[in-house]
């Protein structure tokens, strides 16, 4: 929607102010001080002189009034050229206090990573019902307009949030299924709403870790269905998932964390009903511990386990299948630590201690045979026609045949969590032909 190229001449004269590309402040403001024989001279803030050849299609762009300094919407600015909108989004987020700008249809969100006090069930109630540009620009503004659209057409709508890592697509999109869980709210008996906001701490917990650039980071997309009935109240719910990052597993970078559920359950290791997953801090484990840092800023990975095992509960994950959850993601802890080592200085082959206990703890917690898992970890079967042949693997192939069966048994699992919380979500297969408003939160 941005609009970045030559503007008519007939805009450009003298005295008349433009912008700059400038290497560090990528765009900077200046004022047309000559034009003769084809050539734009332009002083900018700072003083210094750029000039612009337009026998070269080279043009400054030119900036709008100061009256339309801070608007809410960006199509109503003259002219909608790149350091327009950068300049209305800086002026905005620090001069006016708002994060929220229009561009037309489209939601422009600047994070502030902070909390602020904009969602409010009195916030939630001031946007229902009101038309899009009522009020001001705000997340809740666009849930509104789907829902109304929805309930006054009759056709199914979809919100896409996107944008680069450590944007707040994460946050955007729940609040907008908050929005809709408040306006659409199910019936007493069904609770359907609470179920659709406890699947956000669960798929957080197992799909979002902490980056370079943001401390709660989508690993994977999402796509949910809210789906309505005829009174226009939320029945169920459906949820789409893609393209998990299943090498966090297994690697992070610097400063970087593996998924939050590992870190809170090394933070519960103290706890009786997990002692059986013979658990420790998260920096013994070589899955958690390679970026260096295991902690977030002001996140308790205790209560955050709490709030996981609550949501767990609440779409009627049975304790049993809680733990067995949390003994598999354990059993991948414990994966990570076995000792792969050449069998001797003359014999290149891998193997694995007999001795070694976090291999003895891994294949307990997965249900499998200590002997054939360290064998296979090690070994390979290779096929010539009908003969079948057992060929040892190297340290560095066992080592990456480890952290396949990490990635793997990690991706299966995963998909069963969200099979689950699919049922749970939705009582029928039949609610998929409701009417329905989805929200994508993709990320990258």
Known sequence: FVVRGSQPMEALAKGVRVWVSDPAQVWKSGEISDI????????SEDGKETTFDTSKNELPLPRNPAILEGVDDLTDLSFLNEPEVLHSLRVRFLEHNVIYTYCGIVLLAVNPYASLPLYTPDVISAYSGKALGELEPHIFAIAEDAFSCMARHKKNQSIIVSGESGAGKTVSAKYAMRYFATVGGAAAETQIEKKVLASNPIMEAIGNAKTTRN????RFGK??????????????????????????VVFQAATERN?????????????????????????????????????IPNVDDVAEFRR???ALAT????????????SILAALLHLGNMSIVAKSRRVEDARIPEDDSHAAVAARLLGVDLTMLTKWLTNRKIQ???????????????????????????ARLFDWIVDSVNQSLLPSEKLLHNPFIGVLDIYG
């Open 259 to 295: 998924y939050h559920i590992f870190y809170q359950l090394c933070a519960c290791a103290e706890d009786p009903a997990l002692a059986d997953l013979e658990l420790a801090e998260p920096d013994e484990f070589f899955y958690t511990k390679q970026g260096g840092d295991m902690t």
């Open 315 to 326: 779409l009627g994950v049975s304790d049993v299948d809680q733990h067995q959850i949390f």
């Open 223 to 248: 796509y949910i269905q809210i789906i309505f009935d005829k009174q226009h109240h939320i029945v169920g719910a459906h949820m789409r998932t893609y393209l998990l990052e299943k090498s966090r």
């Open 308 to 310: 996981t095992t609550e």
């Open 215 to 218: 401390d709660n980071s989508s």
């Open 36 to 43: 003769d024989q084809g050539l734009i001279k332009v002083i």
């Open 384 to 410: 010539t026609g009908k003969e079948v042949v057992t060929k040892p693997l190297l340290v560095d192939e066992a080592v990456r045949s480890r952290n396949a069966l990490a990635k793997h048994v990690y």
